[in-house]
């Protein structure tokens, strides 16, 4: 249990670079630690994208964090040394299922510490020791431990493979070139690895690197988008409900704006047919009760008391006014039905022709690359999107002269009078386009002699230097496929990529800048693809040119119809 518990400290202060205790301990924000050299080192690689990523859970830090050493954990790795942490006893450190185990070990295996390739045999501490103590050693070479020694024999004579075959490309033994290679262009296995190809190797370890953090980068603009996506969807359904709540509400007053209307005029209307109609019955009722006295004055026989009460019984009181007695069909609040109805019909119809706007606003709403924004297949295709591109005469190299409407560019070797400009190309026989490129552009440069370089580059390239900062393909800001008679090969940040295809005196280029695509074809009666890349553009780009020392050489942006 003291030794697990141990094993759990060590690790736990252990530097997940170079998985050793932590020196100079310092935490980055994500809260893991490592030494601070490493960390450094790891981040120093990150300085041309200016975002910087834990090695661990990857998250990205924008600037660069500042480094300040964890003194506690520096104690604790200091103390931890004191006590004798590393000191755990070899006899505890079995070989698992997926270490390499010690070949000398008998019984239980510990875990091998190196492995010889000169013995082609993996070593514990303890039968490592040898190897140090030993002059006979000396010129062994040891390695991080491997499972695969046994691919360094040869199957065929059973010897260590040192050598190395061009002709076949792959390894094999001293006794090789005697018989299965014999007479096949050899060299030792050591010389085939020069400075140049190590070199290389780091290089294109670093491009791969710097496609993890483009794509990390990629990954947390995607997260922020989706992010922003359903921020903005979340805002758009509030203020909608919002927005539709208020309609709703209007509707609802309105509605009880024409009930309380309604009922206000009906009771008015009521209230006056009823007074009218009380001033009818009032009259008939007066009307009656004379009509009566004259049926009594009618019947009477005495002269005198006809005579007397006809004259008070003659006189009647004025009659109602019958015109303000409006005689009509029966129509009376059916005109607010027939204008809520019409209300009706119209909000109908502004809601269907507003909502056709509305759900088409919606469904273009898009956030990724569409299949119809996908790469033209044909020449005809790619016609659609050609540019018509000169070549800008502040950017020529003095070598170079220019022609056909700055569309042609011919090495001369001798100096052309062009005046002196900070964007002039002077090391290299190189010039840029005058238009900027964004969105989808296609061209094609007709070339001859002895090769041409075709190119696109940032505005920021460096000019006025011979340096490999200026030169198209060998920095981060251009990229360029190289073309002669013989081959072709891709260049981008000073990594060759071979490039086959049938040869051609023209070659078609393609850009979908927002889509990051880039490609390169061979023109001649079929069109065929010779390269495609696909990568993020930050700046627009410019179209570029450079000629090989070769009098006479040219290369023109063709006219396309």
Same mark, same amino acid.
């Given at each position: 249990?003291?030794?697990?518990?141990?094993?759990?400290?060590?690790?736990?202060?252990?530097?997940?670079?170079?998985?050793?205790?932590?020196?100079?301990?310092?935490?980055?924000?994500?809260?893991?630690?490592?030494?601070?050299?490493?960390?450094?080192?790891?981040?120093?690689?990150?300085?041309?994208?200016?975002?910087?990523?834990?090695?661990?859970?990857?998250?990205?830090?924008?600037?660069?964090?500042?480094?300040?050493?964890?003194?506690?954990?520096?104690?604790?790795?200091?103390?931890?040394?004191?006590?004798?942490?590393?000191?755990?006893?070899?006899?505890?450190?079995?070989?698992?299922?997926?270490?390499?185990?010690?070949?000398?070990?008998?019984?239980?295996?510990?875990?091998?510490?190196?492995?010889?390739?000169?013995?082609?045999?993996?070593?514990?501490?303890?039968?490592?020791?040898?190897?140090?103590?030993?002059?006979?050693?000396?010129?062994?070479?040891?390695?991080?431990?491997?499972?695969?020694?046994?691919?360094?024999?040869?199957?065929?004579?059973?010897?260590?493979?040192?050598?190395?075959?061009?002709?076949?490309?792959?390894?094999?033994?001293?006794?090789?070139?005697?018989?299965?290679?014999?007479?096949?262009?050899?060299?030792?296995?050591?010389?085939?690895?020069?400075?140049?190809?190590?070199?290389?190797?780091?290089?294109?370890?670093?491009?791969?690197?710097?496609?993890?953090?483009?794509?990390?980068?990629?990954?947390?603009?995607?997260?922020?988008?989706?992010?922003?996506?359903?921020?903005?969807?979340?805002?758009?359904?509030?203020?909608?409900?919002?927005?539709?709540?208020?309609?709703?509400?209007?509707?609802?007053?309105?509605?009880?704006?024409?009930?309380?209307?309604?009922?206000?005029?009906?009771?008015?209307?009521?209230?006056?047919?009823?007074?009218?109609?009380?001033?009818?019955?009032? #009259? &008939? +009722?007066?009307?009656?009760?004379?009509?009566?006295? =004259?049926?009594? %004055? $009618?019947?009477?026989?005495?002269?005198?008391? *006809?005579?007397?009460?006809?004259?008070?019984?003659?006189?009647?009181?004025?009659?109602?006014?019958?015109?303000?007695?409006?005689?009509?069909?029966?129509?009376?609040?059916?005109?607010?039905?027939?204008?809520?109805?019409?209300?009706?019909?119209?909000?109908?119809?502004?809601?269907?022709?507003?909502?056709?706007?509305?759900?088409?606003?919606?469904?273009?709403?898009?956030?990724?690359?569409?299949?119809?924004?996908?790469?033209?297949?044909?020449?005809?295709?790619?016609?659609?999107?050609?540019? #018509? &591109? +000169?070549?800008?005469?502040?950017?020529?190299?003095? =070598?170079?002269? %220019? $022609?056909?409407?700055?569309?042609?560019?011919? *090495?001369?070797?001798?100096?052309?009078?062009?005046?002196?400009?900070?964007?002039?190309?002077?090391?290299?026989?190189?010039?840029?386009?005058?238009?900027?490129?964004?969105?989808?552009?296609?061209?094609?440069?007709?070339?001859?002699?002895?090769?041409?370089?075709?190119?696109?580059?940032?505005?920021?390239?460096?000019?006025?230097?011979?340096?490999?900062?200026?030169?198209?393909?060998?920095?981060?800001?251009?990229?360029?496929?190289?073309?002669?008679?013989?081959?072709?090969?891709?260049?981008?940040?000073?990594?060759?990529?071979?490039?086959?295809?049938?040869?051609?005196?023209?070659?078609?280029?393609?850009?979908?800048?927002?889509?990051?695509?880039?490609?390169?074809?061979?023109?001649?009666?079929?069109?065929?693809?010779?390269?495609?890349?696909?990568?993020?553009?930050?700046?627009?780009?410019?179209?570029?040119?450079?000629?090989?020392?070769?009098?006479?050489?040219?290369?023109?942006?063709?006219?396309?119809?």
């Amino acid at each position: 249990m003291a030794q697990k518990g141990a094993q759990l400290a060590e690790d736990s202060v252990s530097c997940s670079i170079c998985l050793d205790l932590l020196k100079d301990p310092v935490t980055i924000p994500c809260g893991h630690s490592y030494c601070m050299k490493c960390i450094k080192t790891h981040w120093d690689l990150m300085d041309n994208r200016k975002i910087y990523s834990c090695p661990q859970c990857r998250q990205t830090f924008t600037p660069r964090p500042v480094l300040v050493k964890n003194t506690m954990l520096a104690a604790l790795v200091e103390e931890l040394t004191k006590t004798g942490l590393q000191a755990a006893p070899d006899d505890h450190c079995y070989a698992g299922p997926e270490d390499v185990a010690c070949d000398v070990c008998t019984g239980r295996k510990l875990k091998a510490l190196k492995s010889c390739l000169a013995c082609l045999k993996s070593y514990c501490e303890k039968h490592l020791q040898p190897h140090f103590e030993s002059s006979a050693f000396e010129k062994h070479k040891l390695v991080e431990p491997s499972k695969k020694l046994q691919e360094n024999i040869c199957s065929r004579h059973d010897e260590v493979m040192k050598m190395f075959c061009h002709t076949h490309q792959q390894c094999m033994c001293y006794l090789c070139p005697v018989d299965e290679h014999k007479g096949h262009d050899t060299v030792s296995a050591a010389a085939e690895r020069p400075q140049r190809l190590q070199r290389e190797v780091q290089v294109r370890q670093q491009n791969i690197q710097q496609r993890i953090q483009d794509r990390e980068k990629d990954v947390y603009e995607l997260q922020k988008e989706v992010e922003a996506i359903n921020r903005s969807a979340d805002e758009v359904v509030e203020d909608s409900e919002m927005i539709f709540t208020e309609l709703i509400r209007l509707m609802e007053k309105r509605r009880s704006d024409v009930k309380q209307q309604v009922r206000s005029q009906q009771e008015t209307e009521v209230s006056r047919v009823k007074d009218l109609q009380e001033k009818l019955e009032q #009259e &008939i +009722t007066e009307l009656k009760k004379r009509d009566t006295q =004259l049926t009594q %004055l $009618s019947n009477t026989e005495d002269h005198n008391q *006809f005579l007397e009460k006809y004259h008070s019984l003659s006189q009647l009181s004025q009659s109602t006014d019958l015109s303000i007695i409006n005689i009509r069909p029966l129509r009376y609040f059916e005109d607010v039905t027939a204008a809520v109805s019409e209300l009706r019909d119209k909000l109908q119809d502004v809601l269907r022709e507003k909502w056709k706007n509305i759900s088409l606003t919606v469904t273009k709403v898009d956030v990724l690359l569409s299949n119809s924004q996908l790469e033209p297949k044909t020449r005809s295709g790619l016609l659609r999107y050609s540019r #018509e &591109i +000169t070549l800008d005469p502040n950017t020529t190299n003095s =070598l170079l002269l %220019l $022609s056909e409407e700055n569309r042609k560019t011919t *090495f001369m070797n001798e100096q052309q009078s062009y005046s002196s400009h900070p964007d002039r190309f002077t090391g290299w026989l190189q010039v840029l386009s005058t238009e900027s490129l964004t969105g989808r552009c296609y061209w094609e440069v007709e070339w001859r002699g002895g090769g041409v370089i075709v190119a696109v580059a940032y505005k920021n390239i460096s000019r006025a230097e011979s340096s490999e900062e200026c030169k198209f393909g060998y920095n981060d800001k251009s990229w360029m496929l190289d073309c002669n008679k013989v081959s072709y090969s891709f260049w981008h940040n000073n990594v060759q990529t071979p490039v086959s295809g049938p040869r051609s005196s023209r070659v078609g280029v393609y850009l979908d800048h927002s889509a990051g695509i880039l490609s390169f074809y061979s023109v001649s009666k079929t069109l065929t693809l010779l390269h495609r890349v696909q990568t993020k553009f930050t700046q627009p780009l410019y179209a570029g040119l450079r000629l090989s020392w070769s009098f006479g050489d040219t290369a023109e942006l063709c006219r396309l119809n």
